[in-house]
């Protein structure tokens, strides 16, 4: 594991308070291909979870990749996606995801047309999909991917599993 600076606090390149202001960033000071975002929110998310998103990453099968309305140079594997996120019966979960550095031209785009929702940028990438039963492997998805901002938000999680 690379070393970490003595204060590994990155700020995000915008003055706004935008998701994907906060990727370009992650990507920006990425020492590696891939990025594991997981929002301070999601506190019941595994590192058992997260190494199946990164296994899809580096995975060569494409039989769950969508293809966005961008796509990759030709000189890129064609398999790669450039990104791996759940998706549940609620949608894709962007901020529970690994990212590639090969986001960022994408995420200029969007940043350059004034274009912040992150869900949107996926259309502009290859993206490689977990869910349903792949899912459930790792944990009830439902609590796997909570969203849990007050108390009261988690104590309806915990309770669902009693």
């Keep these: 594991m690379p070393e970490l600076p003595a204060d590994p606090r990155f700020r995000d390149n915008q003055a706004r308070l935008a998701n994907v202001d906060a990727l370009d960033a992650a990507l920006a000071w990425a020492r590696h291909d891939l990025v594991v975002v997981v929002a301070c929110d999601m506190p019941f998310v595994t590192a058992r979870f997260i190494r199946a998103l990164l296994s899809l990453a580096n995975a060569d099968s494409s039989d769950s990749t969508d293809r ?95």
């Design 68 to 162: 966005g309305a961008d796509s990759r140079d030709s000189n890129d594997r064609v398999d790669a996606p450039d990104a791996v996120i759940p998706r549940t019966e609620h949608g894709y979960h962007p901020l529970c995801a690994v990212y590639t550095r090969a986001c960022r031209p994408a995420v200029a785009r969007r940043l350059a047309g004034g274009q912040f929702a992150l869900k949107a940028l996926l259309a502009d990438l290859r993206v490689r999909v977990m869910e349903g039963d792949a899912m459930d492997r790792y944990g009830d998805r439902r609590r796997l991917l909570a969203n849990v901002n007050t108390p009261a938000a988690l104590e309806a999680v915990v309770d669902q599993q009693t």
